[in-house]
C-alpha cells in the first residue's frame, strides 16, 4: 500500500509564504508523476502543479509564477514541495499530494495524501 504523507500549510497572512512537504517511499516518488492539488469547500478538487519523473513542472494558472513544485535533490528521501509565495485568500483549501505511476511496475499507482490545510487570511 502506498502511503504519502503531506506536512507543512496552516494559517498564512496574504503576501506570504509557506512550504508544503509530502513524502513516500523514494521509489515511489522517482518513478512517479508527483502532483499537489486543493479542494476548497464547497467545490471541485483541482490540479495545482505537477511534476514528472524527469522533473518536467507544470502549474495550473491562478498559480503559475507564485509557486513552485520541486523534489529534494537527495532522491532517498522520497520528498517533494510546493513552495506557496505571494498567497491569496482564494488559495485557501485542503492541498492534497498524488502520485501516478509511469515507471512499468508502477502502473496502476495512483495514491492521495490525507491533505494538509491552507488558510490565507486577508
Known amino acids: 500500500q502506498v502511503q504519502l504523507v503531506e506536512s507543512g500549510g496552516g494559517l498564512v497572512q496574504a503576501g506570504g509564504s509557506t512550504r508544503l512537504s509530502c513524502t513516500a517511499s523514494?521509489?515511489?516518488?522517482?518513478?512517479?508523476?508527483m502532483s499537489w492539488y486543493r479542494q476548497a469547500p464547497g467545490k471541485e478538487r483541482e490540479l495545482v502543479a505537477r511534476?514528472?519523473?524527469?522533473?518536467?513542472?507544470?502549474?495550473s494558472d491562478s498559480v503559475r509564477g507564485r509557486f513552485t513544485i520541486s523534489r529534494d535533490r537527495d532522491i532517498r528521501k522520497g520528498a517533494i514541495y510546493l513552495q506557496m509565495n505571494s498567497l491569496k485568500p482564494e488559495d485557501t483549501a485542503v492541498y492534497y499530494c498524488?502520485?501516478?505511476?509511469?515507471?512499468?511496475?508502477?502502473?496502476?499507482?495512483?495514491?492521495w495524501g490525507q491533505g494538509t490545510q491552507v488558510t490565507v487570511s486577508s
Open positions: 511534476i514528472t519523473s524527469r522533473s518536467t513542472t507544470d502549474y
Open positions: 523514494a521509489r515511489i516518488v522517482s518513478d512517479s508523476t
Open positions: 498524488n502520485a501516478a505511476g509511469t515507471s512499468a511496475w508502477a502502473r496502476g499507482i495512483n495514491a
